[in-house]
């Protein structure tokens, strides 16, 4: 990956782990009725199991697995949300669900986006930080994953992590 | 916003703020630092942002926001050109909310003909076939219904671009809960508010439809309070095979709220609409639903996982009293069959619970009313409502000796008085101490017995023969609802009024003897329950009442079961089993069958005891009404036995049942409830799910942790040793140990050193420090066991042996003894000689001889056991047994210590990853596994 935490071209693994993640989302949505949420955590798992199934990964392949899912799994919010905010500038967009009345598609949309920004700066910060951070809320490993992962002790993991968000909360209460 | 900190900065920044978030926030001294300006200010932002509550929250969001998003992807679709159509007279607005595949606008007449606002619920261009379908069908189903709960139907049809739509009535409103929420309503007000949808579902049942998607978001609540079901687009008809196929509104309805068999794919029934009361009632009390989103969203792949028992709303919510969680867990029960039978039904039970009155959720009827204060320990209702029978023919009795002067005439007056009297004051205490109590402040059954206790010395105060009976029966109630610690305060002072008094009347005594007996066994006051029980039987021996000398006699067998008087106790079963076959009263004998069940287990004579329990299980089930306390008691031992037996899936079978049946009787903690979810533990554990098994242990502590001193300490020792088992198997000697102290010091608060369980505990702690390589603790833990066990058991018992092989075992491993394994492989002969080379104890202790005996290097006799052990395991044990994975590695070992590490490697084959998930990272097993795989390697 180069410097800016863009893996562009060079991993086929992330195309192809991408590639599914979309895929199992439109197929889940499709069984989805309205009202339930489709959660990225669920998405990252059934594609893992599928992957698992047909191809037995090895330890390796595994890690390797979840530091690509997190990030494409933050890829296609994010393409998500940039797809929502065109749509808000091309028309008024309303509460999606009764459910999830009192909060708008396209402030939803500016989160996400602040969000990937921060994370972005952070990966400049440092690559390793930024990786964590898609594990946990993109994948949703737990830092005793995440450290095996990493390769560090679970301790070291857990002070990283506490360092990340601490600045990606930072950040974002400085755009909001 | 300052600006982006750099690499360096970044990693001086870092180790600043892990310096300082640990402290409190007035002793870092942010100012005191040494540190340019820009890093001070970064630090000093993130320890903000650590300090704050949005902390937690940041991986939620993330979540939400994403959910948010694959929503929009879901319903892409843009209700902006709806936007001032036309629907037949109606135009829409703007849009109001999403359902199914359906757009909901908000709308009015174009004519202002019709000056309320309405809601058109409209199908996008892009909608299948098959949702205008769902449409029409929905158009049809609300123009059968009229009802002031529901949203009324004004119009429908299709518009000239061939589009159905349909106009309701528009409800300006909230969701019930949120509703709730925001007024604060108080546990009545929403229990009302609940009963107005469930007329609303009563009334659409009437009319064969079933609504399919009762949540809070289709019950709609408007500024008056007045509740609204609304969305009927998913909604059958129950009868008409064209609409709402099976399968269908599985795929559409809410997994956070819907019937188990509607995720499996079951056609629409009102149970599954009841159930979806139900979960919104559960939401309504408890605050939470009854999944979280994790688990409905693992629901839509995994529906068979539905069946989980739900917990009581009690549990969220102190002010939650036992009758509205049973109204609740009854419509939430698993099986449709025993959820209310209509929505009317749930409704009424609502409206009495509000109304102060006696509710029917458990069993139903007038079984409830009594059998609310009468629910039996192990003996059945019929029997205490004859007790209580005698007692108002014995008053009548002592008043006929008072009165015997008087008149006929006025003797039967008298007569007719008393026992009205006498009648009056124990209904009463059941009936008076409700009216003028608000619904959710009922005294417990605790208060209110003890009350009646302490009425009952005022009222009767110059009659003890009255008193006496009158504090028996309390006692008696006070055992059967699992307060025997109180019970046996009541009944010896019951005891007492009697002793006093020169004409006592022997049979009143020896029933207080009894049931004295009962509570302080149920107390762990064995020596003076049995002696008790013993002068009951005496007492009870001639005077013509079988069945209570057969209670009597059971309860002694029962009892002495636990002390070495095995022979009295078999005996005093089969005596009391004679007289109740003579008898015609199957639930009794049902229940005598499985107190002789249990004893005949403890003498070891497993196949004859599961035969009587399953007898038993066969009478109960033919009962009826069915006797579901006494079902779900006999199929949990019935559990017991067979996973003592190693049939691990019946076993578990059983449990679940059991459990199924107990989280509908008890909506509280209750110390049945803990050893249900004791026992299930113990299965799980056995089938290799260790980590389900610790979370049914734990929640089987917090049970039972939850109730105080209610006689419940030995079971707590029991999942303290549980636990400790567990965590001992997966490599947590160190916390396993903890348990295991726990546990000792339990029991010998209770049933002394000198018991069967404490000596197992024993074991299970030298193995813990042999584990542990703490040799002498280990060895003195052992020595101490071994004594008592040949004590208790004898010489020969699988348990005496056991202990003596892990003795021997210990000592040669650790150099202090070279006859050590001989010991271990004579303890080990013995037992096969005595149970065959497959009992259960012959192959753990063959794999503890293997296991030395690979250490010894002795490779060929090490292979021969290890394949025994697993040969022997293959049939009962699951492939994960920690039984079963130690033989494997073991064999691999020898096979690899005879040069064939091909046939090793294929015996590792078997063993899947995930089968090592629950052991810790220093687990034995996993050095041994290491080993080996670096053995092949080279």
């Known amino acids: 990956m180069d410097e800016n935490g863009r893996s562009d071209g060079l991993d086929e693994a992330f195309s192809e782990i991408y590639g599914e993640l979309k895929q199992q989302a439109r197929r889940s949505l499709r069984k989805l009725p309205h009202g339930a949420t489709l959660t990225p955590t669920a998405l990252v798992s059934e594609v893992y199991l599928k992957l698992n199934q047909a191809r037995h990964l090895d330890v390796t392949g595994r890690r390797h697995f979840f530091a690509l899912a997190g990030r494409a799994m933050r890829q296609i919010i994010v393409d998500q949300a940039r797809a929502a905010q065109a749509r808000k500038r091309g028309g008024d967009l309303k509460a999606i669900t009764l459910q999830n009345s009192h909060m708008s598609l396209a402030q939803t949309a500016d989160e996400v986006l602040d969000l990937d920004q921060a994370l972005d700066d952070l990966g400049r910060l440092s690559e390793r930080q930024r990786s964590l951070v898609e594990m946990k809320f993109f994948a949703g490993l737990s830092i005793e994953s995440i450290a095996e992962i990493l390769e560090c002790s679970t301790r070291t993991a857990h002070r990283e992590w506490e360092r990340a968000r601490a600045y990606l909360l930072a950040r974002l209460k400085a755009s909001q | ?938």
């Open chain 2, 1 to 938: 916003m300052n600006e982006q900190p750099s690499r360096s900065d970044w990693q001086r920044i870092g180790e600043l703020f892990d310096r300082l978030v640990d402290l409190p926030p007035e002793k870092r001294d942010l100012a005191g630092l040494d540190e340019p300006p820009h890093i001070v200010d970064w630090v000093e932002r993130m320890l903000e942002a650590a300090d704050s509550d949005d902390r937690q929250l940041l991986d939620h969001t993330v979540q939400r926001l994403a959910g948010q998003l694959f929503a929009a992807q879901a319903e892409d679709f843009d209700s902006a050109v709806l936007r001032g159509r036309r629907f037949g007279p109606w135009e829409a607005l703007d849009e109001i909310g999403r359902g199914g595949m359906a757009v909901v606008m908000h709308g009015r007449r174009a004519d202002g003909r019709f000056d309320k606002d309405v809601a058109i619920k409209v199908l996008p261009a892009a909608g299948t076939a098959r949702s205008r379908e769902r449409l029409v069908d929905e158009i049809r189903i609300l123009a059968l219904l009229e009802h002031p709960n529901i949203a009324r139907l004004i119009d429908g049809g299709v518009d000239e671009q061939d589009t159905p739509y349909l106009v309701m009535e528009y409800v300006e409103g909230l969701p019930i809960t949120e509703y709730c929420r925001r007024h604060a309503l108080a546990l009545r007000d929403r229990v009302t508010l609940l009963s107005q949808v469930a007329e609303a579902v009563g009334a659409a049942h009437r009319q064969l439809i079933v609504h399919c998607d009762i949540k809070p978001s289709n019950i709609l609540v408007d500024a008056r309070g007045q509740a609204r079901l609304v969305d009927f687009g998913i909604a059958a008809l129950v009868s008409a095979s064209a609409v709402g196929g099976a399968g269908e509104t599985a795929l559409m309805c809410s997994p956070a709220y819907c019937a188990p068999e509607q995720l499996e794919g079951r056609r629409p029934a009102p149970p599954q609409d009841i159930y979806g009361l139900g979960a919104v009632l559960f939401e309504l009390l408890a605050g939470e639903r009854i999944r979280d989103a994790a688990e409905a969203t693992r629901l839509l792949f995994h529906p068979e996982q539905a069946r989980r028992p739900i917990p009581s709303p009690a549990t969220f919510n102190r002010a939650v009293d036992r009758d509205l969680a049973a109204i609740c867990l009854r419509a939430l029960d698993n099986d449709p069959g025993r959820r209310y039978r209509s929505a009317d039904a749930f409704g009424a039970d609502l409206e009495r619970w509000s109304q102060g009155r006696a509710v029917h959720a458990r069993d139903g009827g007038m079984a409830y009313r009594w059998g609310k204060w009468f629910r039996r320990n192990w003996l059945p209702v019929s029997l205490l409502a004859l007790v209580f029978m005698a007692l108002v023919s014995g008053a009548s009795l002592a008043l006929w000796q008072a009165q015997e002067a008087r008149t006929a005439q006025a003797r039967a007056e008298q007569e007719l008085e008393r026992a009205t009297a006498m009648t009056d004051f124990v209904t009463g205490l059941f009936e008076a101490a409700r009216p003028g109590l608000p619904a959710d402040r009922v005294p417990s059954t605790r208060d209110l017995l003890l009350r009646g206790a302490e009425t009952a010395e005022t009222r009767f105060a110059d009659q003890p023969g009255q008193l006496a009976r009158m504090l028996t029966v309390i006692g008696e109630l006070l055992t059967s609802v699992g307060l025997p610690g109180e019970a046996s305060e009541v009944l010896d002072r019951a005891l007492e009024v009697h002793e006093r008094r020169p004409d006592a009347d022997p049979g009143a005594i020896a029933r207080a003897r009894l049931v004295y007996g009962e509570s302080l066994h149920y107390t762990d006051r064995l020596d003076e329950a049995l002696v008790q029980l013993e002068r009951a039987v005496e007492a009870l021996r001639g005077q013509g009442r079988p069945a209570e000398l057969a209670r009597a006699l059971h309860a002694f067998g029962f009892a002495a079961s636990n002390r070495p008087r095995l022979e009295e106790a078999l005996a005093a079963h089969a005596e009391a089993l004679e007289l109740q076959r003579r008898l015609d009263d199957p639930a009794a004998l049902a229940l005598g069958l499985s107190a002789t069940a249990r004893t005949r287990q403890r003498a070891g004579e497993h196949e004859l005891a599961a035969e009587t329990y399953r007898e038993s299980i066969e009478l109960l089930r033919q009962q009826e009404p069915l006797d579901r306390y006494s079902l779900s008691v006999v199929l949990s031992d019935y559990g017991v036995l067979l996973r003592h037996m190693d049939r691990l899936e019946d076993a578990q079978a059983a449990f679940v049942e059991s459990l199924e049946i107990s989280e509908g009787i008890y909506s509280g903690p209750h110390v049945t409830l803990g050893q249900r979810w004791n026992n299930y533990g113990a299965v799980l554990a056995s089938l290799g799910d260790r980590r389900a098994a610790i979370d049914a242990w734990q929640r089987a502590r917090e049970i039972l942790e939850a109730l105080e001193e209610q006689g419940n300490r030995t079971v707590l020792a029991g999942v303290a040793n549980n636990l400790g088992f567990v965590l001992l198997e997966t490599g947590q000697a160190d916390r396993a140990e903890a348990q295991f102290e726990r546990s000792l010091e339990l029991l010998e608060a209770t049933v002394g050193r000198n018991h069967g369980f404490h000596v197992s505990v024993s074991l299970n702690l030298g193995r813990c420090l042999a584990d542990q390589a703490r040799v002498d603790e280990a060895e003195a833990v052992f020595r101490d066991a071994l004594a008592r066990a040949i004590d208790f058991y004898g010489e020969d018992d699988s348990r005496t042996l056991s202990i003596r092989a892990h003795l021997g075992g210990l000592r040669w491993r650790h150099g202090r003894d070279p006859g050590g394994l001989t010991m271990l492989q004579a303890a080990h002969d013995r037992q096969v000689e005595q149970a065959g080379v497959n009992d259960p104890a012959s192959l753990r202790l063959a794999l503890e001889l293997a296991e030395a005996r690979l250490l010894a290097e002795e490779f060929p006799a090490a292979r021969e056991l290890f394949r025994r052990v697993l040969s022997g395991s293959r049939p009962q044990l699951p492939p994960g047994h920690l039984q079963v994975l130690r033989a494997r590695v073991g064999l691999a070992e020898a096979l690899n210590g005879l040069d064939q590490p091909d046939r090793a490697g294929e015996v590792l084959d078997a063993i899947e990853p995930t089968m090592l998930v629950d052991f810790a990272a220093s687990h034995p097993l996993r050095a041994r596994l290491a080993r080996l795989d670096a053995a092949f390697e080279g």
